[in-house]
């Protein structure tokens, strides 16, 4: 099954909101093994959005449309699939006694434009809003479906989940299968990852695609075949060709997070964590403690952004900063000591680099960064040099700080 996604409303245009919706809904469609073609947002504009709605018709066979379902003059969506369609408004009862309903409870009076909210085009199946005014709904008419679902993220999720999910799941196992594997890699560029797979194919089926992320990189493989079976052994041949290439690189896999991973490995050893952080400023203890009961490994972290908290705090000698600098493996491996043993944690983790834009040299430039790790077994450290700018830098530290500690509890814990 192929599907466009309509994202509709002026504020997406003119850049006030951002569009979480297109990520959101690209990747559960995914998972049902749908494939979105294309992407179109369009402004609060009659107009433009039947014009839009009606290419959209004669591409596709499932088309999902956000926002616009509000009280207000300028959320049209309904209206407008109405007019292409051919179909009259009618007002769903049910839809219409539940506003009315939520406004009591929240001992508020309703406006009367609240009303709109409850008419959709004749033929509508209405997908009921739990937390908030504006229901959705679906309509099937010569072999399409449109999917109206309302602009707030928490209402469409849920609404997503519950209404539209089970539907298009049924939906899409009438037809062919599409299946994903997504390897995450970190330390290595994009086109090193092309160079290591180029005699795999591209754009085929099964397929191999590439998404560039700071400090990240994403190795999408993707098979389509008749039934699911089939997709997924042609999915699993490719997958068995491609990880022994990347496995080095490689800390996650589809939705694994790798703060998730190194908590489970944490929890299941028994140990706890600490980390000093320089060049990364605290990245890595947010990503460990984003993670729910992370306190019972994280132990806490230092940002030693300066050469007097790096001495003070953490230990690291006026003599190792003045001789080989705040950046360098040395530095990097006293801050790791330093915070494992002043906190009595059984890791200590460290990052110090050169993020940038500024502050390289010939010597030490933008990009570099060492990790190291300290346990009782040990300190050791990791030289990286990454390319991209800050966020690019940071975010790659923090990959590849975590990577660490995942290879380190794996291979010697």
Known sequence: ?????????????????????????????????????????????????????????????????????G????????????????????????????????????????????????YFPAGSKVLPNKVG????????????????????????????EESVLPFLAAKADQGAAMKYKIFKLTGISESAVQDLLTDLGGQGNPGIAYIAKPGEIQVRLSARAEGGRQAEELLADLS????????????????????????????AKGLSISVAESCTGGL????????????????????????????????VSASVLEQFGAVSKETAMAMARGVREKTCADIGLATTGIAGPGGGTPAKP???????????AGTIFREYRFPGFRQAVRQGTVN??????????????
Do not use: W
Request: aromatic share 4%; net charge negative.
């Open 1 to 69: 099954m192929k599907a466009e996604l309509i994202f509709t409303g002026s504020e997406l245009l003119l850049g006030q909101i951002l569009n979480t919706h297109a990520q959101y809904l690209g990747e559960r469609l995914a998972a049902l093994g749908i494939e979105v073609t294309l992407n179109t947002t369009v402004g609060d504009d009659a107009a433009c959005m039947a014009r839009v709605l009606q290419e959209a018709v004669r591409r596709t066979e499932l088309i999902i449309i956000t926002g616009g379902l």
């Open 71 to 118: 009280p207000t003059t300028d959320d049209i969506t309904a209206e407008t699939v109405a007019a292409v369609l051919g179909l009259p408004l009618v007002a769903d009862q049910d839809s219409l006694v539940k506003i009315e309903q939520l406004f009591e409870k929240r001992g508020q009076k309703m406006a009367r434009s609240n009303l709109k909210q409850a």
């Open 133 to 160: 005014t504006a229901p959705g709904a679906m309509i099937e008419k010569d072999k399409i479906t449109i999917i109206m679902l309302p602009g707030p993220p928490r209402e469409l999720t849920v609404m997503f």
């Open 240 to 267: 068995r060709r491609v990880k022994p290439r990347l496995d080095k690189y490689i800390f996650a896999c589809d939705d694994e997070d790798l703060e998730e991973i190194v908590g489970k490995l944490l929890l």
């Open 284 to 315: 890595v203890a947010a990503r460990l403690t984003d993670v729910p009961g992370s306190s019972a490994y994280f132990k806490g972290g230092v940002v030693s952004y300066s050469n007097e908290m790096k001495n003070k705090v953490l230990g």
């Open 366 to 376: 933008t990009g570099l960064v060492y990790v190291s790790l300290s346990s009782v």
């Open 400 to 413: 590849n700080a975590l990577l660490m500690v995942k290879q380190y509890l794996t291979e010697n814990c």
